[in-house]
T-cell receptor, first 111, second 113 residues
Framework: GIQVEQSPPDLILQEGANSTLRCNFS?????LQWFHQNPWGQLINLFY???GTKQNGRLSATTVATERYSLLYISSSQTTDSGVYFC?????????????FGKGTMLLVSP | DGGITQSPKYLFRKEGQNVTLSCEQN?????MYWYRQDPGQGLRLIYY???????QKGDIAEGYSVSREKKESFPLTVTSAQKNPTAFYLC????????????FGNGTRLTVT
């Protein structure tokens, strides 16, 4: 199956700093999603982005499908951005939609 | 509002007992998934279902069972055969093939002592 790798595994930022999180995937995918898991365990969908670039406020994401990676940009980070960021690759496999998650990037934004 | 409801939020059980976690969605999604998350770890796929009365094992299906008798419901049973059942369990659904976002419930924290 598809392998998904995220980097860095951990990241500590000062409030106001910018950061880039990376997600590499081993094969062609039909869709790619970024999630933020808050301290209560809730997984919040940030972007579903099979290709191209999307922006939502301070966050933006770019997926380069031909090179099999996606980037999540966080600008002017805030303490509420802390948590774990996951990317998930969605692919069709024998008629089934399969999802593979990376291990996540743990982000801590300090005041 | 459409969404996925997992219940209960917290569940405590004694070792050796089977326990069933509920997952209900009103999004009219065909595909549903169960994931397990251990502290500081990523998500691991337990079972998934594309349509009613059909489901497939994921990466860590041993000790778990599921049913999909209705489109909106995908309950997960953690059996006594599961060696380390204490974990955070997340249910998700996906509609419209793969060109729509995956939706998650808020999870169930299961503690077995």
């Amino acid at each position: 199956g598809i392998q998904v790798e995220q980097s860095p595994p951990d990241l500590i930022l000062q409030e106001g700093a910018n950061s880039t999180l990376r997600c590499n995937f081993s094969d062609s995918v039909n869709n790619l999603q970024w999630f933020h898991q808050n301290p209560w365990g809730q997984l919040i969908n940030l972007f579903y982005i099979p290709s191209g670039t999307k922006q939502n406020g301070r966050l933006s994401a770019t997926t380069v499908a031909t090179e099999r990676y996606s980037l999540l940009y966080i600008s002017s980070s805030q303490t509420t951005d802390s948590g774990v960021y996951f990317c998930a690759a969605i692919a069709l496999n024998s008629g089934y939609s399969t999802l593979t998650f990376g291990k996540g990037t743990m982000l801590l934004v300090s005041p | 509002d459409g969404g996925i409801t997992q219940s209960p939020k917290y569940l405590f059980r004694k070792e050796g007992q089977n326990v069933t976690l509920s997952c209900e969605q009103n999004l009219n999604h065909d595909a549903m998934y169960w994931y397990r998350q251990d502290p500081g770890q990523g998500l691991r796929l337990i079972y998934y279902s594309q349509i009613v009365n059909d489901f497939q094992k994921g990466d860590i299906a041993e000790g778990y069972s599921v049913s999909r008798e209705k489109k909106e419901s995908f309950p997960l049973t953690v059996t006594s055969a599961q060696k380390n059942p204490t974990a955070f369990y997340l249910c998700a659904s996906l509609g419209g093939g793969y060109n729509s976002p995956l939706h998650f419930g808020n999870g169930t924290r299961l503690t077995v002592t």
